[in-house]
């Protein structure tokens, strides 16, 4: 079963479901050990699987980290806070978060896109 920590101790991803935001940037930051890597992908692939059927869901990509300890970050885009947090409170998805090998931790994190004049748009 993966574990879960927060990215920031402070306003946690249970706290940041409760805000009303459209549209909304999953960044979750996976670590684990080596051994457990080809494992880790498959369940990611079926998790993805689910989420991609789900209401409010546009798209998501994995990458890894270079180097020889696998680092992943996965970024998906919803359409808002409540279409991600339907579908990451799905009793299937729980049940299916528990397939994660053991070592693997998991940061979740939701975020919005920020304009920034000549760089990128809103």
């Not at 920031?8 to 999953?26: M, N, S």
């Amino acid at each position: 079963m993966t574990h879960m920590q927060p990215l920031d101790e402070t306003f946690p991803i249970g706290r940041q479901l409760a805000v009303k935001a459209a549209p909304v940037v999953l960044v979750n930051l996976f670590t684990l050990d080596p051994a457990d890597e080809a494992r880790f992908l498959e369940v990611w692939k079926d998790d993805a699987h689910f989420m991609k059927r789900q209401p409010g869901f546009i798209s998501t990509q994995l990458h890894r980290a270079l180097g020889d300890n696998p680092t992943y970050l996965n970024y998906a885009v919803w359409e808002s806070t409540e279409a991600f947090q339907a579908a990451f409170t799905h009793p299937d998805f729980r049940a299916a978060v528990t397939a994660y090998p053991s070592s693997a931790v998991a940061r979740p994190h939701l975020f919005q896109k920020v304009g920034v004049a000549g760089i990128c748009t809103a």
